[in-house]
């Protein structure tokens, strides 16, 4: 997303690793992806944005959150091969200094998803 200029647009806040987070206590598992809207200082909205793993689930979790960011241009930017990722990650690739993260999104590349089917 950085890569792209979303970063900055799309506010992500990482939870302890203790799955403690405040005003709502112990979560069962980390990554958990919440969406949470404020008007002032009140929470108006939170919800729980569905898992982008298993790689099924990776284009919803992508359109959720373009839609609560409204970021228009982040599906057609932002991919994720999730298993592609995983298996480079296993085999300790993206330890090296030039590890390109954004490999999935390179034109033309097809996921592991793809490649079995």
């Known amino acids: 997303m950085d890569k ?5 647009k799309l506010p992500i806040y990482r939870m302890m690793i203790a799955n403690q987070v ?3 206590g112990d979560l069962p598992h980390t990554p958990m992806h919440l969406y949470l809207r404020k008007e002032g200082e009140d929470i108006v909205e939170i919800k729980l944005l569905d898992s982008p793993l298993p790689q099924a689930k990776t284009d919803l979790f992508l359109k959720q959150l373009q839609e609560k960011s409204n970021l228009k241009e982040l599906t057609k930017v932002v991919k994720i091969d999730v298993m592609g990722q995983r298996t480079k990650h296993f085999n300790m690739l993206d330890l090296d200094v030039d ?3 954004d490999f999935d999104a390179k034109e033309g590349y097809v996921s592991v998803a793809e490649k079995q089917r």
Do not use: E
Not at 4 to 8: N, Q, R
């Open 4 to 8: 792209h200029g979303l970063l900055d």
């Open 99 to 101: 590890f390109d993260f």
């Open 22 to 24: 405040p005003w709502l």
